[in-house]
C-alpha cells in the first residue's frame, strides 16, 4: 500500500511483464480497482499522488522528469500541452520502447554515452507530450536539412570533442537551433541521428589510430570517446565482425604483404 503524498516531478511509470491487480483512490474518494497489462503504463502528474493498494507483487520501473524540461520541449513543439491527470493502465507502444531502452543504458556495461541518452530523454518527453497535447502548427513537409555551413560548424565541433561525453544540448547550440529542430535537421543532412554519426566517427577515428603503431588499444578507445576498452571491442565486433586486437593484426599483415589475410572479415567503413 501507498499512502497518498505530493511530489514535485511528472512521472511515467512502467509495470512488470507479467498483469498487475491494484487499486486508486479516484477523486470521489472510493477505491477503483485497476488490472494492467504487461509493461502498461501509469501517469502520475506533479503535487497530489492518490492512495495506492496493490494486491499483486510488482517491481515498477519509475521516470521522474523535471517540468521544465517538459516546458522546453512543448515549445520546441510549438503546442500548447493540457494539464496532466493520473492515468493508470496506458498502453502507448513508443513510450514503452524508449523506458526500456533508457534502462538497458542504465545497467549497460558499456553504455552509449550522454547524447544517446539525451536523445531517448527527449524523444521520451515528446511522445509523453503527444499524449495529451492540442497541436497548434505540426510541420507536414519534408524536414528541411542544415545548411552546408552550419552543418560543417557542428561537424567540426564533434571531430573537435570526439574524445569527450558530448551532449545533444551543446550540438544544438552549435546549430542555432532548438534540440528538436536539430535533430530532424541533422537527420536531414546526413540520414544519421547525431549519436549514430558520432559513433561512426569515433569507430572511423579507431580504425586510424589502430592502423599506426605505438597506441595501446585502451588508449585508443579513451582518445576516441568511447567510455571503456570492452565498450569500443563490443562496437567493432557488432559492426566490423573483429575485435580491435583483430582488426590491427590484420591491418599490420596488410601493410605487410599488400594485402588482407584471406579469412579477414575487415569492410571497408
Given at each position: 500500500e501507498r499512502t497518498a503524498a505530493s511530489i514535485d516531478r511528472q512521472v511515467i511509470s512502467m509495470f512488470p511483464s507479467s498483469p498487475c491487480r491494484f487499486e486508486y483512490r479516484g477523486i470521489s474518494g472510493e477505491f477503483v480497482a485497476t488490472v494492467t497489462r504487461s509493461r502498461a503504463l501509469m501517469i502520475t502528474p506533479l503535487g497530489p499522488v492518490p492512495d495506492l493498494r496493490f494486491h499483486?507483487?510488482?517491481?515498477?520501473t519509475h521516470c521522474a522528469i523535471q517540468d521544465e524540461f517538459i516546458r522546453s520541449v512543448s515549445d520546441e513543439l510549438n503546442c500548447v500541452a493540457v494539464e496532466p491527470q493520473f492515468r493508470p493502465g496506458l498502453k502507448e507502444t513508443s513510450i514503452q520502447r524508449i523506458l526500456g531502452m533508457l534502462v538497458d543504458e542504465l545497467e549497460a556495461e558499456q553504455p552509449f554515452g550522454r547524447l544517446y541518452v539525451d536523445s531517448l530523454?527527449?524523444?521520451?518527453?515528446?511522445?509523453?507530450?503527444?499524449?495529451?497535447?492540442?497541436?497548434?502548427?505540426?510541420?507536414?513537409?519534408r524536414p528541411t536539412a542544415l545548411v552546408p555551413r552550419i552543418l560543417s560548424r557542428v561537424r567540426e565541433k564533434i571531430d573537435a570533442n570526439l574524445g569527450t561525453d558530448l551532449s545533444l544540448e551543446s550540438l544544438a547550440?552549435?546549430?542555432?537551433?532548438?534540440?528538436?529542430?536539430?535533430?530532424?535537421?541533422?537527420?536531414?543532412?546526413?540520414?544519421?541521428?547525431?549519436?549514430?554519426?558520432?559513433?561512426?566517427?569515433?569507430?572511423?577515428?579507431?580504425?586510424?589510430r589502430l592502423r599506426q603503431a605505438g597506441s595501446s588499444i585502451i588508449d585508443v578507445a579513451m582518445s576516441c570517446g568511447?567510455?571503456?576498452?570492452?565498450?569500443?571491442?563490443?562496437?567493432?565486433?557488432?559492426?566490423?565482425?573483429?575485435?580491435?586486437?583483430?582488426?590491427?593484426?590484420?591491418?599490420?599483415?596488410?601493410?605487410?604483404?599488400?594485402?588482407?589475410?584471406?579469412?579477414?572479415?575487415?569492410?571497408v567503413f
Open positions: 499483486t507483487p510488482a517491481e515498477l530523454a527527449h524523444a521520451l518527453v515528446t511522445r509523453y507530450l503527444l499524449l495529451d497535447l492540442r497541436p497548434i502548427r505540426m510541420p507536414r513537409s547550440e552549435e546549430s542555432g537551433y532548438s534540440r528538436a529542430h536539430f535533430l530532424r535537421m541533422f537527420r536531414a543532412a546526413t540520414g544519421l541521428t547525431p549519436h549514430q554519426y558520432v559513433l561512426d566517427l569515433r569507430l572511423r577515428r579507431a580504425q586510424e568511447f567510455s571503456s576498452q570492452s565498450h569500443m571491442t563490443s562496437v567493432f565486433r557488432r559492426r566490423l565482425e573483429m575485435t580491435p586486437g583483430e582488426f590491427r593484426r590484420n591491418a599490420w599483415i596488410e601493410r605487410r604483404c599488400g594485402h588482407a589475410p584471406a579469412t579477414s572479415t575487415m569492410r
